[in-house]
């Protein structure tokens, strides 16, 4: 993998290029694990709850985080029409 430049705010904020974003699927809001070894610090995709979800459900409520969503939402919708 290529090295990366990142800055750091005045905040202690970084900002990940978007082409890593892109290519880890990493979206607004998502949380992060950051490890510490030595004077290195390793980056953490955590999945999400629906992540999870749609890797045990894969068969009755859908393969992907935004499928399982749709599955959810469309089941509490018809749960408050009746």
Known sequence: ????????????????????????????????????????????AVPSFTQKLSVITRKTMGSTPEEVDEFIDQSRRERTDD
Do not use: D, F, W, Y
């Not at 607004?28 to 030595?38: C, E, S, T, W």
């Open 1 to 44: 993998m290529p090295t990366e430049t990142v800055t750091v705010s005045k905040r202690g904020c970084i900002v990940l290029p978007a082409h890593i974003r892109r290519k880890l699927n990493v979206k607004p809001g998502a949380r992060m694990l950051i490890h510490r070894k030595n004077n290195q610090l390793t980056l953490e």
